[in-house]
């Protein structure tokens, strides 16, 4: 799959584009490849795997603190591992 970049958004269009995004619960990203395939009369529906989306908000605040707790470590870089 291919990637592009888009140099200078108008500021309006890309307050419209974050304000869109927001209200349909989409990232950026996500919604200007909706748009796009849309402009082009391309299915929109299922373009895009969310399979992970059902998994999103199943934790609680207690739950998350203790797992970025047991997993602190793994952000530490001993540099001896690398002797």
């Known amino acids: 799959m291919s990637s592009i970049t888009i140099h200078e958004i108008d500021p309006v269009?890309?307050?419209?584009?974050?304000?869109m995004a927001k209200e349909r619960g989409k990232s950026k990203n996500l919604l200007i490849k909706d748009?796009?395939?849309?402009?082009?009369?391309?299915?929109v529906q299922g373009r895009y795997a969310d399979d992970y989306r059902?998994?999103?908000g199943l934790w609680t605040r207690e739950e998350a603190?203790?797992?970025?707790s047991a997993v602190a470590d793994n952000a530490v870089v001993d540099p001896s591992d690398w002797h």
């Open 65 to 68: 603190d203790e797992f970025e």
């Open 13 to 19: 269009l890309d307050r419209r584009l974050s304000s």
């Open 35 to 43: 748009l796009l395939a849309s402009a082009l009369g391309l299915s």
């Open 54 to 56: 059902g998994f999103c």
